[in-house]
């Protein structure tokens, strides 16, 4: 039981860090290793807003999901639709993108290095044992997965139950035909990368609750999100979510009945089974 | 004529140039941003308003610092180091931080000749690392003694019956935590301790609640963790979640910087942690007021004064025997030098007196236990969270 919350606890924190991911890559098809930074500079604004406004530090929402919105928006516009408009393939515009966003990764490191110097951040929000069938688990822990089932189950339901979002799937699905049928493939791609980037930085106020933070760190959390995508089939919201609690659930499991050390080999063994058997991920469309 | 002109030359003397090679990003970024780099910045700045380092000439050199960024990256940090020495052709260069980070730059500092005076370094290898490269100088103490000196804290706290004999240890899997697993394993077990939870974790771990509740259900007397800065906070954090109830809480790496004890307020109240320093002396108080002043930022309760006592080292040095390198590094090797840490003396190009154990006491990190340094604080045990 105790294996089953934690590992869920830790699954629903793994979606959020992947969901913004599979929008960015899987419909505006930018592969952003940038992801990471955004997220961590959602949880330094989360921060800031903890200690020098001594809010909540959700409340810091409200500045930072528009604010991450609004300069993803920017960033898609200015620094990747040249690459888009220029690449002939989809192949390319990944390498390309591959490329622009990991320097952009490293320029984000660099202002946030600037602004707000180098050392740990971390604050104590909820840091209370909460009871759940007896046992303790961190409050904090709790209110970040229901938080974060919250926002997954909005993007769900934005993405299956509205029309923008069905506009978005087709553009996941073929840009080429959903333009066909009087879709604006470029404005919606520039509207998911930049949802994309808003809900990685959602995603960075949630952790930032109960992780301790540097400027570097992002590269971590790009990677679980790498793997969380491609395992979940690119595109696929629901996709993301599954692959995020099978780690979640799987890591708890090895970590508490095997040994700790094997938490990561775990991971990438789920991975790797997952592109051998299935290489277009859980829920991916098989490409003809 | 000549003495206006020599007059002229000592106010335009050029500065004395001195290379820093350090993580400003990458894994180990957060902590030099605490203990490394603002030390540089508080003695650089101290230096120069004094007018400069005063030379066996009378004259007086300012200082500049010429720094880098290996991004925690051995490779980069060789590079740098080499850089500086051939390009940059600085007088001096500046320890880099870290025990790996360290030892990989160690044979391009040997090789230049350049004085290595490491404030970060933590190894049982210092008998052969002085032996291969006779410019290297450590500072901060070994694995051992840092193992052993938790054991005899708990072995104190045993025979005064507040513990019991069961002790939980964890480790971050990453070199320090392995070394220090490694080293206190047959320390803990000599000592007639039982280590009945045994477990490392990778570095970056986001979810230690089943090392914890492993630890929690095993019921131990102590639990001491091998654990480098994200991991020492989420362990404490985890820790007081769970109710991990033990007299004797270790922490290792982090557990020293400030931002520990204001993230957990006054339950930390008891906890044990690598490291510490004598706060109470004149030399340390004026250390903190300046580096808090200077930096706008508390330093450290251990490797902080460390690596500023280190700065202390050149600045003597050079201002005894000019900037020949080889002539500092021989000065080095048999000179007293005065610093925060109280007097320093090279035996075999390391100080062999050093703080190993510290406590959280009413805010403020105290040495509880070193190796033959004065002011140590009685050790108390923890009282709940």
Not at chain 1, 85 to 113: P, Y
Not at chain 2, 1 to 17: H, Q, Y
Not at chain 2, 65 to 82: L, Q, S
Not at chain 2, 356 to 362: C, E, K, L, S, Y
């Amino acid at each position: 039981m105790d294996i089953l919350i934690t590992g869920l606890l830790l699954g629903a924190t793994y979606s959020i860090i992947a969901m913004g991911l599979t929008l960015q890559y899987g419909v505006a098809r930018i592969m952003n290793l940038a992801n990471g930074e955004m997220l961590v500079a959602g949880a330094f604004g989360a921060f800031w807003v903890f200690s020098a406004q001594t809010l909540s530090p959700y409340a810091s929402a409200l500045i930072v999901v528009p604010g991450a919105f609004v300069l993803n928006w920017l960033i898609y516009r200015v620094l990747l639709r040249p690459l888009v408009r220029r690449a002939k393939s989809r192949g390319m515009l990944e390498v390309d993108t591959i490329l622009a966003t990991f320097g952009m990764s490293f320029a984000f490191v660099g202002i946030m290095l600037l602004v707000f110097g180098g050392g740990y951040f971390t604050y104590s929000y909820l840091a209370e044992p909460y009871r759940i069938f007896g046992s303790p688990f961190g409050l904090n822990r709790v209110v970040a997965s229901l938080v974060a089932a919250l926002v997954c189950g909005l993007l769900y339901w934005g993405i299956h139950g509205t029309r923008t979002g069905m506009a978005i799937r087709a553009v996941a699905v073929d840009p080429a035909a959903a333009a066909l049928v009087a879709i604006d493939v470029p404005r919606l791609s520039a509207f998911s990368f930049a949802l994309g980037g808003a809900v990685t930085a959602a995603g960075g106020i949630i952790l930032s609750t109960f992780l301790t933070m540097d400027a570097s760190i992002g590269v971590v959390f790009t990677m679980k999100a790498l793997i969380i995508v491609i395992m979940g089939g690119v595109g696929d919201v629901r996709g993301a979510i599954i692959a995020s609690l099978i780690l979640g659930l799987a890591e708890t499991a090895v970590a508490t009945l095997i040994d700790p050390g094997l938490t990561v080999a775990a991971a990438y063994l789920l991975f790797v089974l997952v592109l051998l058997f299935r290489p277009e991920g859980l829920f991916g469309k098989r490409s003809s | 004529m000549a003495s206006v002109l020599s007059i002229g030359a000592a106010w335009a003397a050029d500065p004395v140039r001195f290379g820093a090679v350090a993580p400003k990003t990458g894994p180990l970024a957060a902590g030099a941003a605490i203990t490394h780099w603002p030390n540089i910045q508080l003695w650089a700045q101290q230096v120069n308003e004094r007018g400069g380092l005063r030379m066996k000439d009378g004259s007086r050199r300012k200082v500049e610092i010429i720094e880098y960024d290996d991004r925690t990256n051995p490779g980069e940090t060789i590079k740098a180091v080499e850089r500086l020495a051939t390009q940059d052709k600085v007088d001096f260069i500046i320890a880099p931080y870290s025990t790996g980070l360290n030892v990989a730059a160690a044979p391009v500092f040997a090789k230049h000749g350049y004085p290595q005076i490491t404030a970060t370094s933590i190894t049982d290898k210092i008998p052969e690392l002085t032996a291969r490269y006779p410019s290297i100088f450590f500072a901060l103490g070994s694995t051992t003694a840092l193992a052993g000196s938790v054991a005899e804290i708990l072995s104190k706290l045993r025979a005064e019956k507040k513990i019991g004999n069961r002790i939980a240890m964890v480790n971050v899997a990453d070199a320090f935590g392995i070394e220090l697993a490694e080293a206190s394993r047959p320390i803990f077990k000599k000592a007639g301790f039982e280590i009945i939870y045994d477990r490392s974790y990778p570095l970056g771990t986001q979810d230690l609640s089943p090392i914890v509740k492993g630890a929690k259900a095993s019921n131990p007397d102590a639990f001491v963790a091998w654990s480098y800065p994200p991991d020492t906070f989420a362990l404490t954090e985890q820790s007081r979640i769970e109710g991990l109830d033990v007299k004797a809480y270790y922490t290792a790496v982090a557990t020293a910087f400030p931002a520990y004890g204001a993230k957990f307020g006054k339950s930390v109240n008891g906890h044990l942690g690598a490291g510490g320093v004598n706060p109470d002396t004149p030399e340390m108080k004026a250390y903190f007021a300046a580096h808090q002043k200077v930096t706008g930022k508390p330093a450290d309760f251990w490797a902080s004064a460390v690596t500023y006592a280190s700065l202390q080292v050149l600045e003597q040095a050079i201002e005894a025997v000019g900037t020949d390198r080889k002539a500092v590094t021989d000065y080095i090797k048999k000179s007293d030098f005065k610093t925060v840490m109280g007097p320093w003396k090279f035996v075999n190009q390391s100080i062999d007196k050093f703080w190993t154990v510290g406590q959280w006491q009413d805010g403020v990190f105290y040495g509880v236990a070193s190796t033959g340094l004065p002011g140590a604080k009685p050790v108390i045990t923890k009282t709940g969270w």
